[in-house]
T-cell receptor
Framework: LAKTTQPISMDSYEGQEVNITCSHN???????ITWYQQFPSQGPRFIIQ???TKVTNEVASLFIPADRKSSTLSLPRVSLSDTAVYYC??????????????FGKGTKLSVKP | DAGVTQSPTHLIKTRGQQVTLRCSPK?????VSWYQQALGQGPQFIFQ???????QRGNFPDRFSGHQFPNYSSELNVNALLLGDSALYLC?????????????FGPGTRLTVT
């Protein structure tokens, strides 16, 4: 599984857009990029997954450049409730694979009023 | 539709004791994975069960063992507890039939070893 590097922490204010970038220089052809969110004393929660270009859902957008060596999670107009740890994971994440998830330390996002 | 459930919520044990944690997967899921999360760290993969067999294992000693039942529920057993086993233990379920691979995590069991 490709190793990922992301900032340890980030600060933002309510209403701002937050972009968290993850580096994965050794990503393999079959690897997908997935982001999870974790609140204190809770299990991680799936946010978004992508392979290339741009993916958007009701929660976030994921931008992946052509070389796929990095990705950016974009959270539009954050609120206090978005304060959490965000994990970037890379691996063969598709239904038939069932690979285990390798978590790093994640990015601790603090949203201030 | 209930999500992933885990029991108990909290547990306090003494060094050397044994503990069993339980997990019920999300309805329709057939695969259960267990993770250990120490304070301030990301979750670390322990093992994964599918069709009642351990399919993958992380870098954990044999003191950590598990089981999956015909109804897909699972148990995590830890023998000869050490102080370092104190952590949040997370269970996650998934389905091999889903195109997007998403693991659904339970709320975890907080284990404290004294």
């Amino acid at each position: 599984l490709a190793k990922t590097t992301q900032p340890i922490s980030m600060d933002s204010y309510e209403g701002q857009e937050v972009n968290i970038t993850c580096s994965h220089n050794n990503i393999a052809t079959n690897d997908y990029i997935t982001w999870y969110q974790q609140f204190p004393s809770q299990g991680p929660r799936f946010i978004i997954q992508g392979y290339k270009t741009k993916v958007t859902n009701e929660v976030a957008s994921l931008f992946i450049p052509a070389d796929r060596k990095s990705s950016t999670l974009s959270l539009p107009r954050v609120s206090l409730s978005d304060t959490a740890v965000y994990y970037c994971l890379v691996g063969e994440f598709y239904g038939g694979s069932q690979g285990n998830l390798i978590f790093g330390k994640g990015t601790k996002l603090s949203v201030k009023p | 539709d209930a999500g992933v459930t885990q029991s108990p919520t909290h547990l306090i044990k003494t060094r050397g004791q044994q503990v069993t944690l339980r997990c019920s997967p999300k309805s329709g899921h057939d695969t259960v994975s267990w993770y250990q999360q120490a304070l301030g760290q990301g979750p670390q993969f322990i093992f994964q069960y599918y069709e009642e067999e351990e399919r993958q294992r992380g870098n954990f000693p044999d003191r950590f063992s598990g089981h999956q039942f015909p109804n897909y529920s699972s148990e995590l057993n830890v023998n000869a507890l050490l102080l370092g086993d104190s952590a949040l233990y997370l269970c996650a379920s998934s389905s091999r039939l889903e195109g997007v691979y998403e693991q659904y995590f339970g709320p975890g069991t907080r284990l404290t070893v004294t």
